[in-house]
T-cell receptor
Framework: AQRVTQPEKLLSVFKGAPVELKCNYS??????LFWYVQYSRQRLQLLLR??SRESIKGFTADLNKGETSFHLKKPFAQEEDSAMYYC?????????FGKGTSLLVTP | IAGITQAPTSQILAAGRRMTLRCTQD?????MYWYRQDLGLGLRLIHY???????GKGEVPDGYSVSRANTDDFPLTLASAVPSQTSVYFC?????????????FGDGTRLSIL
């Protein structure tokens, strides 16, 4: 069965500190993984996807098939990064979301 | 501006009433989706449609129905609302139903069932 696990409900870091939001998945096929972000009072929006191997707003995520992980990383957190982050796996017809991690960056 | 429009923004509804949440997109996307977002549970798929005229059940379809008469519209209906359907509902679309396609989301509808 497809499953996405985000073990941390809440992650609090200081501005300028590195941040890593964890995501592990279980999927029998070749996974298509995404990170979505929801800022306060805004709609859910795509942050990045593993297939494009890009860096958006300083965030990167590498697919590690051996560890079945797709952790989101940023070397220096900013206050404007505070938001809800969802890892998602496309199971072939729709997205399977993790329960989300709320990131709080404090000054 | 192209995108997804959901209506209403919020609604308070008495249990047992019928309610239709509207979703319209102008991006000519083939695939559309309905999710509910609940605290501690993330987003869960209710129903989806890969193309006009077809629909499929997601993870939590019970108590909900959808239709896809055309490409642009994908309404979600609660035939007889119950308090457990209190949630925030998000409509989304993607160019196709292929797994590598990102989804675009609406602003959501906050629904409270009393």
């Amino acid at each position: 069965a497809q499953r996405v696990t985000q073990p941390e409900k809440l992650l609090s870091v200081f501005k300028g500190a590195p941040v890593e939001l964890k995501c592990n998945y279980s999927y029998s096929g070749s996974p298509e993984l995404f990170w979505y972000v929801q800022y306060s009072r805004q709609r859910l929006q795509l942050l990045l996807r593993h297939i494009s191997r890009e860096s958006i707003k300083g965030f990167t995520a590498d697919l590690n098939k051996g560890e079945t992980s797709f952790h989101l990383k940023k070397p220096f957190a900013q206050e404007e990064d505070s938001a809800m982050y969802y890892c998602a796996l496309n199971s072939g017809y729709a997205l399977n979301f993790g329960k989300g991690t709320s990131l709080l960056v404090t000054p | 501006i192209a995108g997804i429009t959901q209506a209403p923004t919020s609604q308070i509804l008495a249990a047992g009433r019928r309610m239709t949440l509207r979703c319209t997109q102008d991006m000519r996307h083939n695939a559309m989706y309905w999710y509910r977002q609940d605290l501690g549970l993330g987003l869960r798929l209710i129903h989806y449609s890969n193309t006009a005229g077809t629909t499929g059940k997601g993870e939590v379809p019970d108590g909900y129905s959808v239709s896809r008469a055309n490409t642009d519209d994908f309404p979600l209906t609660l035939a007889s609302a119950v308090p457990s359907q209190t949630s925030v509902y998000f409509c989304a679309s993607s160019l196709t139903g292929d797994s590598n396609q990102p989804q675009h989301f609406g602003d959501g509808t906050r629904l409270s069932i009393l």
